[in-house]
């Protein structure tokens, strides 16, 4: 209908008209651009929302999954330290041949971790980081998900030496008891949890003597503790640091 309009005003040189016809039609496509930009920037908006509560939820399961793993950590510890006291003084684990067999063998657990970093992976692979428009959050996030993953994720994928020498040396039938009535998994959601619990002797004192011989006889297993156990250490103290950082995250990306 502008059209038509112009044209008419065209025949008949009415130049005033004319420029009030531009005027109008420069004002439309003004005004459908903004509003498109601001439906293109309101949407971009929500979706970057989108993304971040995402982000937060993810960092939450992250906080909770090391913090299992910590509380896991430090019971295989306490078991590693009991082992490591009979290794080098000869120091039974509350008296027991048994205890001290099923610490060196608990010390040998581990619970392997990953950060749950779906979203990013999404965000970066689909090229829309941007979306994320506070650029300190998005330098963040890359702290967290590749710095911190490339750093500690290795640790805990870590097949220890130590697992597979007493294991080697553990009688099978020891072995089938103890992840019967000494481990115990289940899950939780999304996730498998292990608990390692307490249990009676299904051997001898004398059978349990004979184990802890065949275990002190191999200079490899002392070695291998002591690595452990140092690694344990190493997992333990940058794990609850990226505890902290997932939750500082996580309530810094709620906040916004």
Partial sequence: MILRRIAEHVKAQNWIAIAIDFVIVVLGVFVATQVSNWNDANRDRQRGESYLASIHGELLTDATAIERRLVFWRQVSGYGEAALAYAEHRTLKDGSAWQTVLAFFQTSQIWPYTATDTTYRELTGAGELGLIRDTSVRAALADYYIVRKGRLDPLFAAMPRYREDIRG???????????NNCHHSFADGAEEMQELVPCESPISEAEAREILRAYVAAPEVL????????????????????RDTAMQLAERIGGD
């Fill in 169 to 179: 040396l553990t009688p099978m039938n020891v072995q089938s008891y103890i992840w």
């Fill in 223 to 242: 070695r291998g503790l002591r690595f452990w156990m140092s690694t344990m250490r190493v997992q333990g103290d940058l794990s609850a640091h990226d």
